[in-house]
């Protein structure tokens, strides 16, 4: 995580932590220019990508949980919408093209201040490992390595995928609280 | 909007612009100390509040859309839940406490960086107006003023909702690509 902040990024000035008028937050001001940053919650994007009644995973080849098993999923980036960011992701981790399907999981992670989204997706081709994968896989819903998935909101998406086949319409609400993401 | 980095918040260097390593975005680098600052979307959530038949609008004491008619909505902030924001939001917009629904709306605002979440939820007593409000009021579905809506995703999220009822199950998935965010 990036760390607290020091200096203005408009100016350079030091900043002090107070809360500006009007406001209810501490926030960093430059004691120059008088610039308020804030700093907000991130959005990350995945895919429950499916095929042939089988889920695709990647084995992670970057920390954290290097070697552990995580739905294709990273930071949504601007200029994109978040579906379209979850497709990225999934090109990127898994070298794979997919036919987006609809939003299925909204999981507040709040002790990283993050907002996880999972889109349902089928595979449209092939496969492979992006940079940031040892191995991708397709798992029947059988065979999913529960143990050695990596992250908290990805199993969770995952097991609720599994339960209902993603045929339900709902979207499944979740917050996580605890510190580790994972 | 922040204006573009030019220091680093870490050390107080320059950044330069360019693509990372292992990445295909450009970011602010530092020349000093090598921090790479990312910049990704921002979260904005709020509520459909309805009370009767009827949907509580805020007309904005504040730029931008002063004087505009919105649904109560900010940035999300850290430590909190999206759902937990959107309760914030219409506490400090229309000082009204609400029994939360279910996520209804997800709007991707690109040309901004913005997420726009809505949720559905029941007003639980009174409301006024709060420091960003001049006036708070209960408009039947027939009476919205449609033409004094402040922002494009609310009024997408309004439109809906006054077609449906909030009965359907379905979380309702927009992009609005224009540059002009309201």
Not at 121 to 138: I, Q, V
């Amino acid at each position: 995580m990036m760390p607290r902040m020091k200096f203005c990024s408009v100016c350079g000035g030091d900043v002090s932590y107070r809360v500006p008028d009007g406001d209810n937050r501490e926030r960093a001001i430059c004691n120059i220019c008088g610039t308020i940053h804030y700093k907000n919650p991130l959005i990350v994007v995945g895919c429950l990508v499916e095929h042939d009644d089988k889920i695709l995973l990647c084995k992670r080849s970057i920390e954290p949980r290097y070697g552990y098993w995580t739905v294709p999923a990273g930071f949504m980036e601007l200029g994109e919408s978040s579906a379209e960011g979850a497709a990225r992701e999934t090109r990127e981790e898994a070298l794979a093209e997919v036919e987006l399907g609809r939003l299925y999981a909204s999981v507040d992670v709040i002790e990283v201040g993050q907002l996880h989204l999972y889109y349902t997706a089928r595979l449209k081709g092939s496969f492979g490992a992006g940079e940031e994968t040892l191995e991708t896989r397709l798992f029947a819903k059988d065979e999913i390595p529960w143990d050695d998935i990596a992250f908290r909101s990805g199993k969770f998406a995952l097991e609720r995928f599994v339960e209902d086949g993603g045929r339900d319409n709902t979207v499944h609400i979740h917050e996580l609280r605890r510190v580790k993401s994972y």
